[in-house]
């Protein structure tokens, strides 16, 4: 029963116009950002900024290092937040619109398992299209640069596929964990998926902004609580596994126990949001 909810709900997800509305919004954006990106270096020799147009240009592999951190951090600003959301918004618009819930409530399934296997498939679903996005996102902006890369071209697909990867896998699943959880919960106490996408936008939004026009890039909700990429985790990962990881723990005063804190707070808030809401739909099953 539990994978029989968890299908049920991504094609739900998969049939819903509001959510292929958000992935073509997303798309735009990071269509825009390849089209629009330039590319440039300070070329000793020259004494001057030159562009990646210049025959003497060299894409660096720091610069490569510095983009596989950027594009994933940038699509965390708002887009994956609006998308994850938004996904949580329909299944509960599921849940207390068309009282889809109530087939599951005849079925006898217990709270936790019913709420369990709506949140994974909504994150696997957000993470899925997270992955899918910030690939093309990043060869679509290298690829036509390769001819100028330090890099061989199979070595680059060989270090990409793993190190971007990794970078989701850390910077990206918290955030989205995070937001899942907290949209579900409070749709479980407003009983309404518009008040529920309002308070998590809110928060979303918020942090955007705040980020924005907050320029000096610390405090601790910054560093350790900001649901978007915490500072002190987006730090560690930066220059992981490189020849300059040393340098960017050191300057930024990071590290991998600050780093599993804010991990830990991002995690810790969507478990308690999760518990809560399996209270609450095993009260509304009772």
């Not at 019913?114 to 690829?143: D, E, K, N, P």
């Not at 949209?183 to 308070?199: I, K, N, W």
């Not at 990071?254 to 609450?280: D, Q």
């Amino acid at each position: 029963m539990f994978f029989a909810i968890c299908k049920a709900t991504i094609k739900n997800l998969l049939r819903s116009k509001a959510f292929w509305l958000v992935i073509a919004v997303m798309v735009i954006f990071v269509g825009y950002e390849i089209a629009t990106v330039t590319h440039r270096i300070y070329n000793m020799e020259l004494g001057q900024v030159i562009d990646q147009h210049h025959p003497m240009f060299v894409f660096e592999y720091q610069s490569y290092l510095q983009k596989c951190n950027g594009l994933v951090v940038n699509l965390l600003q708002y887009p994956v937040p609006i998308l994850t959301v938004v996904a949580a918004a329909l299944i509960l618009k599921r849940d207390y619109g068309d009282k889809f819930f109530e087939i599951e409530k005849g079925a006898g399934v217990p709270a936790w398992k019913y709420l369990s296997a709506r949140l994974l498939a909504v994150i696997s679903l957000c993470m899925f299209v997270t992955v899918v996005l910030c690939f093309v996102y990043f060869h679509g902006q290298v690829v036509p640069m390769l001819d100028s890369f330090e890099m061989t071209p199979w070595a680059y697909v060989c270090d990409l596929t793993v190190r971007l990867t990794r970078q989701i896998l850390v910077l990206a699943t918290p955030c989205i964990v995070f937001y899942t959880c907290l949209t579900y919960f409070v749709g479980t106490l407003c009983q309404s998926s518009v008040g529920a996408a309002v308070c998590s936008l809110a928060l979303a939004i918020g942090s955007y902004v705040y980020d924005l026009f907050y320029i000096y890039n610390n405090g601790i909700f910054m560093e350790y609580l900001r649901p978007s990429c915490p500072l002190k985790l987006m730090y560690y990962m930066y220059y992981y596994d490189s020849e300059w990881f040393t340098w960017m723990i050191d300057t930024f005063d990071t590290s991998l126990w600050k780093a599993m804190l804010c991990y830990a707070f991002l995690i810790g808030c969507a478990v308690l949001c999760s518990v809560l809401s399996s209270r609450r739909i095993k009260k509304r099953i009772e």
